[in-house]
């Protein structure tokens, strides 16, 4: 018997929005790593990643009605922010120093293994939105994905302390 060939609209390609966007991310961050190294990439990542900490921060505020978001309201949204992006994140722990998070699911999938410079878009978003609503942020990425580990770990300092100052991470202020 015999079929008639599929059209090149029925090919069987995994290929939408998502995929790419998410793909080219992924080559965009690895070129920039292999050309100037990952503590340049993550430099231009986190530039990027604080304008849209600011557009979303700016998206929030507007949507809640107020001109700065408590603590408690940074912590949702920054939950909330990654669930609308189809990540996993969750609070582990929170005081008036600190905000930890975990997570399962990165926004990226499996675009972001190897790639840790695309981290900084966790860590300039959180940090961007803690500090301009709260005055200070200093963002550590204790575990991630993109290094291998099975899940993430994120602190968010709220002050600056004994335990920011020895974190590895990056800070952040109110513009």
């Known amino acids: 018997?015999?079929?008639?060939?599929?059209?090149?609209?029925?090919?069987?390609?995994?290929?939408?929005?998502?995929?790419?966007?998410?793909?080219?991310?992924?080559?965009?961050?690895?070129?920039?790593?292999?050309?100037?190294?990952?503590?340049?990439?993550s430099g231009f990542v986190s530039a990027v990643g604080q304008r849209i900490g600011d557009h979303i921060n700016l998206s929030y505020r507007s949507a809640l009605n107020v001109h700065v978001l408590s603590k408690q309201?940074?912590?949702?949204?920054?939950?909330?922010?990654?669930?609308?992006?189809?990540?996993?994140?969750?609070?582990?722990?929170?005081?008036?120093?600190?905000i930890v998070f975990g997570n399962h699911v990165c926004p990226f999938a499996e675009k972001v293994i190897g790639r840790p410079s695309m981290c900084m878009m966790t860590s300039n978003v959180f940090g961007t939105i803690a500090a301009e609503n709260l005055g200070y942020a200093k963002v550590s990425l204790e575990q991630t994905i993109a290094q291998g580990a099975a899940g993430c770990r994120v602190v968010v300092y709220l002050k600056p302390q004994p335990a920011a100052d020895q974190a590895e991470g990056r800070e952040y202020f109110s513009g």
């Open 73 to 98: 309201q940074v912590a949702e949204v920054l939950v909330d922010l990654k669930r609308r992006i189809q990540g996993d994140f969750f609070i582990l722990e929170q005081t008036d120093e600190k």
């Open 1 to 41: 018997m015999h079929t008639s060939p599929l059209t090149v609209s029925e090919l069987p390609i995994e290929l939408d929005r998502d995929l790419f966007l998410r793909t080219l991310i992924r080559e965009l961050s690895g070129t920039l790593q292999d050309v100037v190294g990952l503590e340049e990439a």
